[in-house]
Nanobody, 121 residues
Framework: QLVESGGGSVQAGGSLTLSCEVSGYKDSTSYNHYCMAWFRQAPGKERELVASMDANGVVRYAESVEGRSLISRAYPKKGLNLQMNGLKSEDSGMYYC??????????????YGQGTQVTVS
């Protein structure tokens, strides 16, 4: 189960930290075997990857957020955070926490949470 929080309305140039509470993994070791990610979807657009972290700790960011975002795993509660700075209006959308269905994957086949809305004005 994936439960997102931390969304809201923010002025352009501001910052937000999104959090995802993750359950269903036996322990932190098991949790670390799965790629975790944040996706977002703006109205009328397809869902896109914002940032991901795989089982080897390799991190990927969308070009549009690189340099002003940080994805991290949270312990001991097995969470996932996304810190975003210098927010722009184009960052607005529904943000989804994602967990790969397979061990050692690349977040290409995921479970998703219900999402948290981010609005930048």
């Amino acid at each position: 189960q994936l439960v997102e929080s931390g969304g809201g309305s923010v002025q352009a140039g501001g910052s937000l930290t999104l959090s995802c509470e993750v359950s269903g993994y036996k322990d932190s070791t098991s949790y670390n075997h799965y790629c975790m990610a944040w996706f977002r979807q703006a109205p009328g657009k397809e869902r896109e990857l914002v940032a991901s972290m795989d089982a080897n700790g390799v991190v990927r960011y969308a070009e549009s957020v690189e340099g002003r975002s940080l994805i991290s795993r949270a312990y001991p509660k097995k969470g996932l955070n996304l810190q975003m700075n210098g927010l722009k209006s184009e960052d607005s959308g529904m943000y989804y926490c994602a967990a790969d269905r397979r061990r050692f994957g690349r977040c290409e086949d995921n479970y998703y949470g219900q999402g948290t809305q981010v609005t930048v004005s």
